[in-house]
């Protein structure tokens, strides 16, 4: 990188880090972002979209665009075995999408990569940020610039390796860089485990029948189980995993595009996904096609004990972290960075107090508390199915929404809010 000063650093360019880096150039706010990738995820991971987070990029005139690339779902079934037990409806939010979008994470990165060039900001690929050093009126973090070099005689391998390091001076430092958040350590701020582990293995397939347009969560006595439907008549079935080796790291996310087929491989994994879906959902008698690829996933429910100090700050998984259902770490991750980029453009551009910031951090560790149900969540009513009754704590993190639309989703099962 050359400049050596900017305003605004945002450090993650994934879909939180891009929407953060767009907010603040609209505002016109100098900002530069980085990531130590090579470029966007390429795979078609489930990026759900809440009505309130489309609300958002239609601020920007995106939402229509979005929408072209996903896939449009009103309905959420909760199910146990081969019975439905209850469903809510996003067309009861009304406004102007009520619906959840469910579509590739590349396109959603695609789409905002593509505006914020058209706002004037490259994403600095193959940067990372590696340390940093507060001061009063700013920050001075150290980037470094990577590349990749072919090492090794016998078997040759790729590795990455440091071309250079610079200062950056910058006046704010945003850290929308993930689970293993290099800012938020750096920075100094906890990060809290609320709750177990949870793994996944997903996978995503085709099938040879027709599958009904809805979200199926089914919630067993042990497991939790989505099929999702996707863009393009894809689907994918995401099943809890009972004896998963958890690791220290959080597994990255695959960014290549190639997968590698081995038809006998390839057709014990098809065997599975069929075997399994039927034990866990005698209901689903489709047959799958084919499996395009397959991945395996922890989740942890974990919250910082503060989203920020002086002139650093969080936003989106860097700060949380919450089951993969309900997607609400992405989505309130998309509302933290227009609340962010709001409270910036008032203290750099309207001479407000930097002590603004701290409404931010007691607004988020407020809805947080209630989305990660502490110290209790969802509240059953005395005429509440029972089976939902049972099961409150963890619907909760299957409700596609967050604030209000959550309240409204949960009373469709006749739950309350705390």
């Given at each position: 990188m050359r400049?050596?000063?900017?305003?605004?650093?945002v450090v993650?360019?994934?879909p939180?880090?891009?929407?953060?880096a767009?907010?603040?150039?609209?505002?016109?706010?100098?900002?530069?972002l980085i990531?130590?990738?090579?470029r966007?995820?390429?795979?078609?991971?489930?990026?759900?979209l809440h009505?309130?987070?489309?609300?958002?990029?239609?601020?920007?005139?995106l939402?229509e665009?979005?929408i072209?690339?996903?896939?449009r779902?009103?309905?959420?079934?909760?199910?146990?075995?081969?019975?439905?037990?209850g469903?809510?409806?996003?067309?009861?939010l009304g406004?102007?999408f009520p619906?959840?979008?469910i579509?590739?994470?590349?396109?959603?990165?695609?789409?905002?990569?593509?505006r914020?060039?058209?706002?004037?900001v490259q994403?600095?690929?193959?940067h990372?940020f590696?340390?940093?050093?507060?001061?009063?009126e700013?920050?001075?973090?150290?980037?470094e610039?990577l590349e990749?070099?072919?090492?090794?005689?016998?078997?040759?391998h790729?590795e990455?390796?440091?071309?250079?390091?610079?200062?950056l001076?910058?006046?704010?430092?945003?850290?929308?860089?993930?689970?293993n958040?290099?800012?938020?350590s750096?920075?100094?701020?906890?990060y809290q485990?609320?709750?177990?582990?949870e793994?996944?293995?997903?996978?995503?397939?085709?099938s040879k029948?027709?599958i009904?347009?809805e979200?199926?969560?089914?919630?067993?006595?042990t497991?939790?189980?989505?099929?999702?439907p996707l863009?393009?008549d894809?689907?994918?079935?995401?099943?809890?995993?009972?004896?998963?080796?958890i690791?220290?790291?959080?597994?990255?996310?695959e960014?290549?595009?190639v997968?590698i087929?081995?038809?006998?491989?390839?057709?014990r994994?098809?065997q599975?996904v069929?075997?399994v879906?039927?034990?866990?959902a005698?209901?689903?008698?489709?047959?799958i096609k084919?499996?395009?690829w397959?991945?395996?996933?922890?989740?942890?429910?974990?919250?910082?004990?503060?989203f920020?100090?002086?002139?650093c700050?969080?936003?989106?998984?860097?700060?949380?972290?919450?089951?993969?259902?309900?997607?609400?770490?992405?989505?309130?991750?998309?509302?933290?960075?227009?609340?962010?980029?709001?409270i910036?453009?008032?203290?750099?551009?309207?001479?407000?107090?930097i002590?603004?910031l701290?409404?931010?951090?007691?607004d988020l560790q407020?809805e947080?508390q209630?989305?990660?149900?502490?110290?209790r969540g969802?509240?059953?009513r005395?005429e509440?199915?029972?089976?939902?009754?049972?099961?409150?704590?963890r619907?909760?993190?299957?409700?596609?929404?967050?604030g209000?639309?959550l309240?409204?989703l949960?009373a469709?099962?006749?739950?309350?809010?705390?």
């Amino acid at each position: 990188m050359r400049q050596a000063h900017t305003e605004v650093l945002v450090v993650g360019a994934g879909p939180v880090g891009l929407w953060t880096a767009l907010l603040l150039a609209e505002k016109g706010i100098e900002v530069s972002l980085i990531d130590r990738e090579s470029r966007t995820a390429a795979r078609s991971y489930a990026c759900a979209l809440h009505p309130a987070t489309l609300k958002l990029l239609d601020t920007l005139g995106l939402a229509e665009s979005a929408i072209e690339r996903g896939r449009r779902v009103d309905t959420v079934a909760f199910y146990d075995g081969p019975a439905r037990q209850g469903e809510i409806h996003l067309s009861k939010l009304g406004g102007s999408f009520p619906f959840l979008l469910i579509l590739p994470q590349s396109g959603l990165e695609g789409l905002l990569e593509q505006r914020l060039r058209a706002a004037g900001v490259q994403v600095h690929w193959n940067h990372r940020f590696e340390d940093l050093t507060q001061q009063e009126e700013d920050v001075s973090a150290v980037i470094e610039e990577l590349e990749g070099t072919n090492t090794g005689y016998i078997v040759p391998h790729w590795e990455t390796v440091v071309k250079n390091r610079s200062p950056l001076g910058v006046e704010f430092l945003i850290g929308t860089d993930g689970h293993n958040s290099m800012v938020r350590s750096r920075a100094g701020l906890e990060y809290q485990r609320v709750g177990e582990t949870e793994s996944f293995a997903a996978f995503e397939f085709e099938s040879k029948d027709k599958i009904a347009n809805e979200l199926r969560v089914v919630l067993d006595e042990t497991t939790t189980n989505v099929l999702w439907p996707l863009a393009d008549d894809r689907f994918r079935w995401t099943f809890q995993l009972l004896r998963a080796e958890i690791s220290g790291d959080f597994p990255e996310k695959e960014r290549r595009a190639v997968r590698i087929d081995q038809p006998t491989i390839d057709e014990r994994i098809r065997q599975y996904v069929q075997k399994v879906a039927h034990q866990r959902a005698p209901w689903f008698t489709s047959e799958i096609k084919r499996v395009h690829w397959c991945s395996e996933v922890s989740f942890e429910r974990r919250l910082v004990t503060q989203f920020g100090r002086k002139r650093c700050w969080l936003a989106g998984d860097a700060a949380h972290q919450t089951g993969p259902v309900g997607v609400q770490s992405m989505n309130m991750g998309f509302r933290e960075a227009a609340m962010l980029a709001s409270i910036l453009h008032k203290v750099l551009r309207e001479a407000a107090p930097i002590s603004l910031l701290d409404t931010y951090n007691c607004d988020l560790q407020k809805e947080w508390q209630m989305l990660l149900a502490r110290p209790r969540g969802l509240q059953p009513r005395s005429e509440t199915n029972p089976w939902v009754a049972k099961r409150c704590d963890r619907i909760l993190p299957c409700l596609p929404a967050c604030g209000t639309d959550l309240g409204q989703l949960a009373a469709q099962l006749q739950l309350a809010p705390p």
